[in-house]
């Protein structure tokens, strides 16, 4: 889940540290079948009505087909079964730094809600500051005594329990999980392409970054198109690129994410010396026209306009939102066009991609409960029921008999779904009835993904992308947590590098500064205390280890 390396190039947002994709650490295979037999929806049922607000910022699938979350049948029917009604409340931002903004000024105001679910690498400090500063409280006994389902899971699968406790062994948040049985699908998102643009011209699915460049040539020379495209507001972009050369890059600033290990050392990656290497071959791709020249501006919808128009070849997406979105849109004007997944790219052939995306069990989405709550122990009862066999059924596949039928033994989506009388893609007829396709507490069912994934390309695209996601694990941190003055410190001198990498880096890009200039700007980031900054990380990593 989410966490890797990255070249990206956006206003800084000093107050935060950006929402990045969960890094992975654990082979997923080996969680055991904790959730399969969890079936407790008597223990989650409140004894009297109770009502609690939840905050949380919308997800863009739910946010084109409805105006509030209370409006799915899912939640209404969620209420039913555990006699808690949530009240949801939603930031009318559009983008994650409005989000971000609007989350401060809830906070500062004290104005609190009962309940909030998010990323919590969105807020500077994350859930350990929360608590500190008496926004949130501690779960650990009302798990103990009112979540009998999210005990389970965690006694019998200690690694996820690493991973939602604190460095002290505090739990802030009840969490969105990847386990057991139907919850091994860890990666969503990597490199796609053209691939009728390929047979055409006869090439073959790079795999190395000299492929890669041939392979963009001939995009630009003989279907005069943009090779390679990207979102400014994704995550990751070039650093696909930079986790060829061994090292993570930079997303939307620097970040968590830009730190790595190498034999358990943690480094971070900018100032690095294969860094420069990378920057040399996107220095070349940019001034040869293999790198869209509005990179550095591209918003979301600016970057579909050039990928359904046919004018894009290759881009970093999802499974579901890209290849699943783009397919048919290209296909309405051009019936053979076809996307297709593609290898994280290596220097060497042969060599086995480090960098890759993949997420934890827990990606630090998950709800909190504010010092505002008076109905605590009612509220963490109804979220358990999400971690019940049947309550992750309501979850994933919405009602029985409505949006599923069992096949089987097996839940199927019903037409309402899968064609949908509205034409809604599925993406967004899954968003409109249940909560399936985006992070949100309780546990995750990859049947919906062997439904959601419908073309051959996205389920291709799930086995290319897990091939060497265990590699990631060697190299990416762990879901490390910094105390409140570690993120104080790291933040204001991340956010001071990340004002002088961002536009350095893009200088040198686009050609307006020498790729031999960045040895006098790692010079500066190490003079900014960088060195601080990686000691932070490494005692965090540290104590991450010794839970």
Known sequence: MKRRPQLKVLPIAATILALTLATACGNAGSTKDAAKDSTAPASSVSKDPVKVTLWTPMNPNAKAVVKSLNELPMVKEWAKKTNVTFDFQHSSGNTPQDDVQQYGVMVASNNLPDSMLWNWNSVQGGTSKMFKDGTIIKLNDLIEKNAPNLKKIMDANPQIAKQIKADNGDIYAMPHLKVGQYGQYKTFSGMVIRQDWLDELGLKSPETIDEWETVLKAFKEKKGTIPFTLNKSYPMSFADFAGAYGVAGMSTI?????????????????????????????????????????????????????????????????????????????????????????????????????????????????????????????????????????????????????????????????????????????SQAMAKYFIANYGFSGLDDDRYNDQYYQLPAQKDAVKLYAKYANNAYKVILPPVVLSTDEAKESAKILNDVSTLLTEQITKIVMGAAKVEDYDKTVEQVKKMNMDRAVEIYQAATDRYNKR
């Open 254 to 426: 620097a970040n968590a994410n830009s730190f790595y290990l190498d034999n358990g050392k943690v480094k971070f990656g900018p100032t690095q010396p294969e860094f420069k290497q990378y920057l040399t071959t996107m220095q070349r791709w940019y001034k040869e026209g293999l790198i869209d020249p509005d990179f550095a501006s591209n918003d979301t919808k600016t970057m579909d306009a050039k990928v359904t128009s046919g004018k894009a070849g290759a881009f970093y997406g999802f499974i579901g939102g890209s290849i699943g979105t783009y397919t048919p849109a290209l296909q309405k004007t051009d019936p053979k066009a076809k996307l297709s997944a593609v290898q994280y790219p290596v220097l060497k052939k042969g060599d086995e991609p480090k960098f890759v995306q993949a997420s934890w069990e827990y990606d630090n989405i998950g709800t909190v409960i504010t010092s505002a709550n008076k109905h605590a122990a009612e509220t963490i009862k109804a979220l358990d029921y999400l971690y019940s066999e049947e309550g992750a059924m309501l979850k994933n596949f919405g009602i029985d008999g409505q949006t599923y039928t069992k096949v089987d033994g097996q839940p199927k989506y019903t037409d309402l779904i899968l064609k949908n009388p509205d034409n809604l893609p599925i």
